[in-house]
């Protein structure tokens, strides 16, 4: 047995990871499935996608290797989501996701009950909708059959090793998303779900990431390809396991991931907790350790809404060519000097958390004007997206987080223009790895500690990952966006009432 499997159970789809002995790469699949948005504001899927995600990237991957070579299974997945489930195991509802929106009204209510100050002392965050501790409250309030019948809560990865193992698991990264966790003792926080009138029973164990958690169940063993006596370790969310997976597990080092969303991420040995809750602080994959992580709703997002809504032909072309639409939009982007002839995108299409907190928020082109075309429009989404960054990374500067060097990945990091435009606007080097698996290779080197091919993380990433490619701030491209920076921020300060009324308006 010498091969160890990082799975991810992400939005889109989940990805497979198979890592030989030396942390390289043998096989990888991924599994797609869909979001379903039933009403604005609203994002579930069912869990049992998840499942068949899972198992067929498994037997797919199997099928490649020696009988019975896998040895230990990482698992991380996209952080938030609630699985409810009987006391049978079966699910209930369909699992709320991190992207969500409908729990304003229990954020709300959360933050009254306990005192915003005392919610951030007990957890080390403020009540947002992302968070798990409001979809509770939302099916208590709004699904009260439904809410009779819970036994159990679980995130979207924790629902895949109940499958796998029949145990009811999770790590302390992962919980730490929840709003239900003692980020500082790494325990769950008894007297906030006794506030808040949640049943500790629901919830699960909690284990540090290299932990193992338990085994394959034997008639799943048999039908995926693996042996029963194949470890599943505790692993962690996605956020810390594709930190682990960059290589951010000592200070100094931080990774921005440029996908869908965006996060600004940062190792820390002890906690650093923002008092106005800003950036979050979630306990780190790396036992014993912290992380402290921005959230921007809608990075690659916005650039993605950009492409399908505004670039048909840029879409045209690229099915007769072959070429990446992304390739001709920021070609064009790249022929237009910083500042995107004064044109500011604020990149709020589905609300914001770093560092707003803000579910009402939206996007908006602002000094829109005859002159402007695609191309500035394109630029202006680049550089409103990397401003968004640097709100988080400023945040971590002013809590004494040192910040020598930006890790990038994600979709958007293929980009060399969003690359430099993220050097500028940060001030610093932003840098590209040798691996591009994200969270999934994270999960991976997490079991492979587990299996004994590594004495710890720092090792671990130490022998794996190299750095390709580096990209320096340009001095006077950094004094340029100086000043679009802080018109940036300002024009979010003049809209945000308007935004909140708009929400009110259609109902948010």
């Known amino acids: 047995m010498s091969t160890v499997l990082g799975i991810d159970v992400g939005t889109s789809g989940t990805k497979i990871v198979a890592i030989g002995e030396n942390g390289n790469i043998i096989a990888s699949v991924t599994k797609t499935y869909e979001l379903i948005s039933p009403k604005p504001g609203w994002a579930q899927q069912n869990p049992q996608d998840w ?27 996209q952080m938030h989501g609630s699985v409810f489930l009987d006391e049978g195991g079966n699910v209930l509802y369909p699992a709320i996701l991190w992207c969500d929106q409908r729990t304003a009204k229990q954020c709300e209510e959360i933050t009254k009950k306990v005192g915003e100050k005392e919610l951030i002392e007990m957890v080390s965050n403020p009540a947002l909708t992302g968070f798990t501790a409001p979809k509770i409250l939302w099916l208590r309030e709004e699904e009260p059959e ?83 006596e194949t470890l599943v370790i505790a692993g962690g969310g996605d956020q810390a396991a594709g930190g682990v997976g960059c290589g951010v597990v000592k200070p100094g080092i931080v990774s921005a991931s440029l996908g869908t969303s965006g996060v600004v991420f940062a190792f820390s040995e002890t906690v650093h907790t923002d008092p106005e809750g800003r950036v979050h602080t979630f306990c780190h994959s790396v036992p014993g350790a912290w992380h402290v992580m921005g959230v921007m709703l809608s990075a690659g997002g916005s650039l993605q809404w950009f ?39 604020l990149p709020y299409l589905t609300g914001e958390r770093t560092p707003h907190k803000d579910p009402y928020a939206r996007g908006a082109f602002i000094g829109l004007s005859l002159m402007h075309g695609k191309a500035e429009m394109a630029r202006a989404i680049l550089e409103g997206v990397a401003f968004g960054m640097r709100d988080s990374v400023e945040i971590m500067k002013g809590m004494g987080i040192p910040i020598t060097q930006i890790r990038i990945s994600g979709g958007g990091a ?86 909140k009324k708009i929400g009110k308006k259609l109902g948010l």
């Open 51 to 77: 499942k068949k995600a899972v198992f067929e990237g498994i037997k797919e991957i199997t099928s490649k290797l020696p009988k019975g070579d896998v040895c230990s299974i990482g698992l991380t997945g």
């Open 146 to 228: 439904v809410y009779k019948k819970v036994k159990h809560v679980l995130l979207p990865k924790d629902y895949i090793r109940y499958e796998l193992t029949g145990e009811f698991a999770s790590d302390v990264a992962d919980s730490s998303g929840t709003l239900l966790f003692d980020v500082k003792n790494r325990k769950w926080h008894e007297e906030l779900l006794s506030i808040l009138e949640i049943p500790i029973e629901w919830l699960p164990k909690t284990y540090e990431g290299p932990e193992v958690t338990g085994t394959i169940k034997a008639d799943i063993a048999k039908e995926l390809g693996l042996s029963s």
């Open 307 to 345: 492409r399908n809504k505004l670039c048909s032909e840029e879409v045209a072309l690229s099915q007769k060519t072959g070429v990446d639409p992304y390739v001709y939009i920021t070609a064009s982007a790249e022929k237009v000097p910083p500042g995107s002839a004064g044109l500011i995108f």
């Open 414 to 499: 293929r980009s060399p223009l969003w690359r430099q435009i993220m050097a500028d606007v940060c001030n610093v080097p932003i840098v590209t790895i040798n691996i591009d698996e994200g969270p999934a290779f994270g999960a991976g080197l997490l079991a492979s500690i587990a299996a004994g091919m590594f004495s710890s993380l720092t090792e671990a990433c130490e022998t794996v990952i190299r750095e390709i490619d580096q990209t320096n701030p340009i001095p006077q491209n950094v004094e340029e966006y100086e000043f679009w920076y802080q018109e940036f921020k300002s024009a979010y300060r003049t809209l945000a009432p308007a935004y």
